[in-house]
């Protein structure tokens, strides 16, 4: 069974920094493009940012460049979301999906239940 299990999530000041991570079983890991998605309070999903199966190519959305750093451990079967100068609008539930390749923006339905992260002063 897909596991991807959330965490890093927290309540943080505008300007402050995060670390996400999310740890998958149950699936090849190092095979699949990996993807990370947010769902702000009230909107759907948006996509954050992908990487590439060797993590060597990070995609991003235009809201995420600049300040967010998506990488990978394959050997950890673990993905990561680095947050730098959050700003109160990127208060969401983020959640890491794999992704089917294609479009840097496509991915499978999130099966984990997200980390929260609240940016607030």
């Known amino acids: 069974e897909v596991q991807l299990v959330e965490s890093g999530g927290g309540l943080v000041q505008p300007g402050g920094s995060l670390r996400l991570s999310c740890v998958a079983s149950g699936f090849a890991f190092s095979t699949y493009p990996m993807t990370w998605v947010r769902q702000a309070p009230g909107k759907e999903l948006e996509w954050v940012s992908s990487?590439?199966?060797?993590?060597?190519?990070?995609y991003y959305a235009d809201s995420a460049k600049g300040r967010f750093t998506i990488s990978r451990d394959n050997a950890k079967n673990t993905l990561y979301l680095q947050l730098n100068s959050l700003k109160t609008e990127d208060t969401a539930i983020y959640y890491c999906?794999?992704?089917?390749?294609?479009?840097?923006?496509?991915?499978?339905?999130?099966r984990g239940q997200g980390t929260q992260v609240t940016v607030s002063s």
């Open positions: 990487i590439n199966k060797a993590g060597s190519t990070p």
């Open positions: 999906a794999r992704s089917p390749g294609g479009d840097p923006d496509n991915y499978y339905p999130p």
